[in-house]
């Protein structure tokens, strides 16, 4: 639970590690057959393919935006036909425990690189500036939305809420 009453980067920081910390939470106990499973028909989305993904929008976000690094895709290309990053499609070597290993990385470099940077800060983003305080926003979001789909694939694989 983020802290009720805090300075605001320690709220943001909070709700970001909050968020990260439920989609672990939402594949303990289940196999690479069942976090591979799309369950949300005809959403072909799984809790491995998401894990994926927010490796490669934790990598872009914090790494490619924020830190301007020459950090390659993780699966593939970096964005989809859709515009989003990529990282949904699994391959026949997707394993979570790489995906895992992959994601946290980020997440570590994510902390590394925001660190040392106050929440104004800029860096050049599609002709303009974004901050680190909107980047944060921003993933909170991301990673929201991910949960809630996490929480449907989850609870239609084998009936378990609130996890």
Same mark, same amino acid.
């Given at each position: 639970m983020p802290p009720l009453n805090a300075d605001e980067r320690t709220t943001l920081e909070a709700w970001l *590690? #909050?968020?990260?910390?439920?989609?672990? +939470?939402?594949?303990?106990g289940m196999d690479d057959v069942e976090l591979s499973t799309a369950s949300v028909e005809p959403s072909p989305l799984t /809790? /491995?393919?998401?894990?994926? $993904? +927010?490796?490669?929008?934790?990598?872009n976000w914090f790494r490619r935006v /924020?830190?301007?690094? *020459?950090?390659?895709?993780?699966?593939? &290309?970096t964005v989809r036909a859709s515009g989003h990053d990529g990282g949904f499609d699994l391959s026949e070597q997707s394993t979570f425990a790489a995906a895992q290993a992959?994601?946290?990385?980020?997440?570590?470099?994510? @902390?590394?690189?925001?660190a040392t940077r106050d929440l104004t800060d800029t860096s050049e #983003?599609?002709? !303009?500036?974004? &901050?680190?305080?909107?980047?944060?926003? $921003? +993933?909170? !979001?991301?990673?929201?939305? $991910?949960?809630?789909?996490? *929480?449907?694939? @989850?609870e239609r694989i084998d009936g378990a809420t609130g996890v």
């Open positions: *590690d #909050f968020y990260r910390a439920t989609l672990a +939470m939402k594949c303990e /809790l /491995l393919g998401l894990v994926q $993904h +927010m490796a490669e929008v934790e990598r /924020l830190a301007g690094e *020459d950090a390659p895709p993780i699966y593939g &290309s992959n994601w946290r990385n980020e997440i570590t470099q994510a @902390r590394a690189n925001c #983003f599609k002709g !303009g500036e974004v &901050s680190l305080r909107w980047i944060y926003l $921003h +993933m909170i !979001g991301e990673y929201a939305r $991910h949960c809630g789909q996490a *929480d449907l694939i @989850r």
